[in-house]
């Protein structure tokens, strides 16, 4: 599986972002999908997690209620919409793949969120 990540870029704090994460190949083998982040000097974090039979969404409580994740099952395309941005949100998104949550093994090259305050 390849994974394709954009939409990243330099927005305001408050403001919004779309991210997408298109994958191609053995598509067939994914049934969940999610992203993550990395701050600068910080550790690996997860933000939010889709499955793609039945749409069950999980969040880290640090973007509940903010971020939204949903999936395009025709273009096996997983969106993460991002709003009310804030400073900490700063990082290098990276969407991951798998046929479970815990064998999301297929990772993306990272797409980069500024977030200027």
């Known amino acids: 599986v390849q994974l394709q990540a954009s939409g990243g870029g330099l927005v305001q704090a408050g403001g919004s972002l779309r991210l997408s994460c298109a994958a191609s190949g053995r598509t067939f083998s994914i049934n969940a999908m999610g992203w993550f982040r990395q701050a600068p000097g910080k550790e690996h974090e997860f933000v939010a997690y889709?499955?793609?039979?039945?749409?069950?969404?999980h969040y880290a409580d640090s973007v509940k209620g903010r971020f939204t994740i949903s999936r395009d099952s025709a273009k096996s395309t997983v969106y993460l919409q991002m709003n009310s941005l804030k400073p900490e949100d700063m990082a290098v998104y990276y969407c991951a793949a798998g046929p479970t949550i815990a064998t999301m093994n297929s990772w993306g090259k990272g797409t980069l969120v500024t977030v200027s305050s």
């Open positions: 889709i499955m793609w039979s039945g749409g069950e969404t």
